[in-house]
T-cell receptor, first 116, second 116 residues
């Protein structure tokens, strides 16, 4: 149980385009989902926390207009990187907090974004 | 100040031996949780073990145990009987507060390589 999927697993796009990444909790309902970014050989940095049905809370330094987060249901959150640039190339990982167990975040497998 | 410090960028261990990965943390909140995650080359984050600040006993999960020394603010991970599949990045993380929706901060990680 407690499986989180992400789609796509990798994406290459041209500079200036927008990319949407989906994060789904497959076998549980997630009130809260988190979006992280990980640059090569670095740690995970929290970008934002999203709660179902409400606006996401962004960490300091993360542009909310550039990284649009929508958490429309208890099983789906999306991150849209708008007008992507090469510096946005990174590994994006989501995690979900289950309703039953709030000690543990269940992570998705990540999405590798490359912006040319 | 760094909230999570992992001072070992890389570690080697012989197969079947035990290894300790260091982690120290910094917080003034009396309620917090400590986590260890494993990240293989595929990128997914795998939850290993959790220790709450009020837990009296050190957490154990199979071959993983957490050596929790509260006064020293230390939360080292001990892996017993190392296996080749244990080769991966290991991240220590802390949540300030005991509520699942609260922010988790990650250390920079330790790369563990198990030698046959």
């Amino acid at each position: 149980g407690a499986v989180v999927s992400q789609h796509p697993s990798w994406v290459i796009c041209k500079s200036g385009t927008s990319v949407k990444i989906e994060c789904r909790s497959l076998d549980f309902q997630a009130t809260t989902m988190f979006w992280y970014r990980q640059f090569p050989k670095q740690s995970l940095m929290l970008m934002a926390t999203s709660n179902e049905g409400s606006k996401a809370t962004y960490e300091q330094g993360v542009e909310k207009d550039k990284f649009l987060i929508n958490h429309a249901s208890l099983t789906l959150s999306t991150l849209t990187v708008t007008s992507a640039h090469p510096e946005d190339s990174s590994f994006y990982i989501c995690s979900a907090l289950g309703l039953a167990n709030d000690n543990e975040q269940f992570f998705g497998p990540g999405t590798r974004l490359t912006v040319l | 100040a760094q909230k999570i410090t992992q001072t070992q960028p890389g570690m080697f261990v012989q197969e079947k031996e035990a290894v300790t990965l260091d982690c120290t943390y910094d917080t003034s909140d009396p309620s917090y949780g400590l986590f260890w995650y494993k990240q293989p080359s595929s990128g997914e984050m795998i939850f290993l073990i959790y220790q709450g600040s009020y837990d009296q006993q050190n957490a154990t999960e199979g071959r993983y145990s957490l050596n929790f020394q509260k006064a020293r603010k230390s939360a080292n991970l001990v892996i017993s009987a190392s296996q080749l599949g244990d080769s991966a990045m290991y991240f220590c993380a802390m949540r300030e507060g005991l509520e699942g929706y609260q922010k988790v901060t990650f250390g920079i990680g330790t790369k563990l390589q198990v030698i046959p």
